[in-house]
């Protein structure tokens, strides 16, 4: 079972709203993953988590709280968010995180959320 | 500048057609993973390559690493309507002096005509 979870499917918020995307995983992996993907173009990493420490924060505006309660849950918080934080954000996670070249550190992915920032 | 890049960014083809995605790397490459990616939806993972001159094969889709590991391809034989989709090649870029980040390349949009 190779199965990321992340809900909601769909959300459309306004710029003053405060809202957050949920993502969980029960494959006992230690490293989870958000990305944002603009249309045709590819995920961009935003933040990584590993062993529920933030690992790594590729300069994402603090309109994007990440949180990691537990080793099956990551969440992203999201406030005063702007029309062009509009994308969809995906969630993976892998058994490590690490060297990318390694297989134990295949990172598997959700279904993502449609967020629409109006 | 995108570090990976594929080819051809689009393409359609007639089912039962066979086919083939590139993916180049200005780089050596290392741990080239391929996903597909249905439109609007999350990527499913393919396979991974690790050693230069490796080949993987799935059902009908063959992905190899070539000797100087800076370029990998896609083959998928008798192409079928549910081979549709966004094909991903990703590899790992140093993320500054610790840890490795995967990178994905620029995509290749397939169509399957029945």
């Known amino acids: 079972d190779t199965e990321v979870t992340q809900t909601p499917k769909h959300l459309v918020m306004g710029m003053t709203n405060k809202k957050s995307l949920k993502c969980e995983q029960h494959m006992g992996h230690r490293a989870m993953y958000w990305y944002k993907q603009k249309a045709k173009k590819p995920p961009e990493l935003m933040f990584v988590?590993?062993?529920?420490?933030?690992?790594i924060n590729e300069s994402v505006p603090s309109r994007f709280s990440p949180e990691c309660p537990n080793s099956s849950l990551l969440n992203l918080h999201l406030h005063a968010l702007q029309p062009e934080d509009s994308a969809l954000y995906l969630c993976a996670s892998s058994p490590t995180e690490g060297q990318v070249k390694l297989a134990k550190n295949i990172q598997y992915f959700g279904a993502g959320t449609r967020l629409s920032v109006l | 500048s995108q570090e990976l890049e594929q080819s051809p960014q689009s393409l359609i083809v007639q089912e039962g057609k066979n086919l083939t995605i590139n993916c180049t790397s200005s780089?050596?490459?290392?741990?080239l993973y391929w996903y597909k990616q249905k439109y609007g939806e999350g990527l499913i993972f393919l396979m991974m390559l690790q050693k230069g001159g490796e080949e993987k094969s799935h059902e009908k889709i063959t992905a190899k690493l070539d000797e100087k590991k800076q370029q990998s391809s896609l083959h998928i034989t008798a192409s079928q309507p549910s081979h549709a989709g966004i094909y991903l090649c990703?590899?790992?870029?140093?993320?500054?002096?610790?840890?490795?980040?995967?990178?994905f390349g620029t995509g290749t949009r397939l169509a399957v005509r029945p």
């Open positions: 780089k050596t490459l290392y741990g």
């Open positions: 990703g590899a790992d870029i140093k993320w500054k002096s610790s840890g490795d980040k995967l990178t």
């Open positions: 988590y590993s062993y529920e420490k933030l690992s």
